[in-house]
């Protein structure tokens, strides 16, 4: 989030929005969440501010199901 943040500010070539959610997704949710609010990124955009933080509980059910 911090990286794509600075390049947003840079207006340089950015890391597209399916890959900050893969990212999440492959066990980085409770990391892209933080960094959402750390460096006030993706904060006003609805499927992050309802997808990243339903990633988090997503992770936290199978890492209690194993």
């Given at each position: 989030?911090g990286?794509?943040?600075?390049?947003?500010?840079?207006?340089?070539?950015?890391?597209?929005?399916?890959?900050?959610?893969?990212s999440?997704?492959?066990?980085?949710?409770?990391?892209?969440?933080?960094?959402?609010?750390?460096?006030?990124?993706?904060?006003?955009?609805?499927?992050?501010?309802?997808?990243?933080?339903?990633?988090?509980v997503?992770?936290?059910?199978?890492?209690?199901?194993?």
């Amino acid at each position: 989030m911090g990286l794509d943040k600075r390049k947003a500010k840079k207006k340089q070539w950015r890391t597209p929005e399916s890959t900050l959610f893969l990212s999440a997704a492959a066990g980085g949710a409770v990391g892209a969440w933080i960094g959402m609010y750390t460096f006030h990124h993706k904060t006003h955009k609805k499927k992050f501010v309802f997808g990243i933080p339903l990633l988090v509980v997503i992770t936290i059910c199978l890492l209690f199901a194993v």
